[in-house]
């Protein structure tokens, strides 16, 4: 059974993961990253925080030349601390898949403009 609200007290998260373009003409050599770190906010109630869940999303977009190639890869680990019940476990573990794809597709889309770009170059 879910646990009602408590005003002011939701679930926190940490996050952690990157984002990274390698070029292939460049011997693979990565050419932008960027990190992903911080605490967000979930929307459910914590509980008695003794359960940890973590969950991960990633994303990989590339593109190929006649002479090279670049991919974009984004990775996203998200961790959030709950009650131990089944319900809350699963309900944790769905929130933090949740913002773990949020949070990657984000950084892919922002990595992948290059691609466009670079697309644009070899074409």
């Given amino acids: 059974m879910p646990h009602p609200m408590i005003p002011g007290r939701k679930a926190r998260a940490t996050v952690e993961g990157q984002v990274q373009q390698v070029a292939k003409e460049d011997n693979n050599r990565v050419r932008r990253k960027q990190e992903i770190r911080g605490e967000v906010e979930l929307n459910f109630f914590p509980g ?19 002479n090279g190639g670049l991919t974009v890869e984004s990775t996203v680990r998200v961790s959030v601390a709950c009650n131990q019940d089944v319900g809350s476990i699963e309900n944790a ?13 984000k950084g ?11 697309a644009e170059d070899v074409g």
């Fill in 108 to 118: 892919a889309e922002e990595m992948g403009a290059y691609i466009d770009h670079f």
């Fill in 48 to 66: 008695d925080e003794k359960a940890r869940v973590d969950n991960t999303r990633g994303f990989k977009s590339w593109i190929n030349g006649r």
């Fill in 93 to 105: 573990i769905r929130e933090a898949g949740v913002m773990a794809e949020s949070m990657a597709k």
